[in-house]
């Protein structure tokens, strides 16, 4: 059923509520989702320098873990294309690279900015921000996301949480437009 890819910034698998329902949505094949080695090198040295709590092992085990369950996540061959790329920040041409390599639709981003219209649309390229990404596949298979944020509630064990607190916990990671069509579907979650 995927008929569109989405590369996932670095940005959106630092939250790690945000980043299990990404995950729990990729698996839905409703899209197919993107990373590299680089932006996982990205996520995980951010939110190591500040959670000093987590490890890099722990980290590791969750980018592995990403890594297999994803059929055709990790783009590779990209590096090529990087110098050829113009962004406003440089450091983010390797994402825009990644993206033209897997063929993927959208970059999922909260960095905007980064990511020019004018910039991407030659390569029928769109960014979105994740609460946009996530609304738009609400239209196309509302079920589908319900069952994937149930899915990623039901996983939380340590502590569990009601449907409440992990609305919660969404809404934190900077999607209220979600989490409003969420709470609106409460008793599937």
Do not use: Y
């Given at each position: 059923m995927?008929?569109?890819?989405a590369v996932y910034d670095a940005c959106v698998l630092y939250p790690a509520p945000l980043r299990d329902l990404l995950m729990h949505l990729a698996l839905t094949d409703l899209f197919r989702a993107h990373w590299t080695a680089m932006i996982h090198d990205e996520w995980m040295r951010n939110l190591l320098a500040q959670?000093?709590?987590?490890?890099?092992?722990?980290l590791q085990r969750t980018r592995a873990f990403m890594d297999e369950n994803v059929r055709d996540a990790l783009v590779t061959g990209y590096e090529s294309l990087i110098e050829s790329l113009t962004l406003p920040d440089p450091d983010d041409r390797h994402v825009l690279a990644a993206a033209i390599r897997a063929g993927a639709d959208v970059i999922v981003t909260?960095?905007?900015?980064?990511?020019?219209?004018?910039?991407l649309a030659p390569f029928g390229i769109a960014a979105q921000h994740p609460d946009e990404f996530i609304g738009h596949l609400l239209d196309l298979a509302p079920g589908a996301v319900a069952t994937a944020a149930k899915r990623q509630r039901?996983?939380?064990?340590n502590p569990p949480k009601s449907v409440d607190e992990y609305?919660?916990?969404?809404?934190?990671?900077?999607?209220?437009?979600?989490?409003s069509r969420l709470r609106a579907?409460?008793?599937?979650?």
């Open positions: 995927a008929n569109f890819g959670r000093k709590d987590l490890t890099p092992a722990k909260f960095n905007l900015k980064d990511f020019p219209r004018e910039r039901e996983s939380l064990k609305l919660d916990a969404i809404a934190r990671s900077g999607l209220p437009q979600t989490v579907m409460a008793e599937l979650l």
